[in-house]
């Protein structure tokens, strides 16, 4: 019944989007490591293959990503907590230029007092936050800015020294919507 409706309100904030009434962002974050990820790979019999990988340090990233590819981001080498995304939700709420609807999952780093106790100040500037239902990721196209970011867009050689892969995720990260896009699929509660 709860997924149903909510369901439904996405359909509505999809809409209200596509009408160009409100800027719709789905939100989350990931984090990249020199442990480059691999979906598959083949090689000669005989071949040895090498990826190098190297554990350690890590990016963390959270990024909002609009059907039409408008987006926002923040890269880190610190911990992603619920006093970052209220650092980063504050300041989207500062440029935004007409109301604003940013879609998060549960996760605890979203629902955390340190976030939900500004959002009174954020609608003032017309910045809004909806919760997706539980166990729903699928309704998240950030999901899907992530899979193509690290098994799309990063090559294998952006791995290879940990500011290599800085710079590459924060390039493919300011392209995005310019040199590179993706193509999502209109909303469709079918």
């Not at 996405?10 to 442990?35: C, K, M, N, P, V």
């Not at 909002?64 to 992603?80: D, L, P, Y």
Request: proline share 4%; with cysteine.
């Amino acid at each position: 019944m709860i997924y149903q409706h909510k369901l439904y309100c996405i359909g509505l904030l999809e809409e209200f989007s596509r009408q160009g009434l409100i800027e719709l962002f789905y939100a989350d974050e990931s984090h990249f490591s020199q442990d480059a990820p691999v979906p598959y790979g083949w090689q000669f019999k005989d071949e040895a293959v090498f990826m190098p990988s190297s554990r350690g340090k890590r990016l963390n990233c959270f990024a909002g990503i609009s059907r039409n590819n408008n987006s926002f981001f923040s890269v880190t080498e610190a911990g992603i907590d619920s006093s970052f995304i209220a650092s980063q939700l504050d300041h989207l709420s500062r440029q935004i230029t007409k109301p604003t609807v940013v879609v998060l999952d549960n996760a605890s780093v979203h629902t955390a007092a340190t976030v939900t106790q500004r959002i009174p100040g954020w609608q003032k500037r017309e910045l809004f936050l909806f919760y997706l239902p539980r166990y729903s990721p699928h309704l998240n196209i950030a999901e899907t800015l992530w899979r193509i970011l690290k098994y799309h867009w990063l090559r294998p050689d952006d791995y290879f020294s940990f500011e290599k892969l800085r710079y590459s995720l924060c390039q493919a990260l300011a392209n995005l919507g310019h040199e590179l896009c993706i193509n999502f699929s209109d909303f469709s509660l079918t």
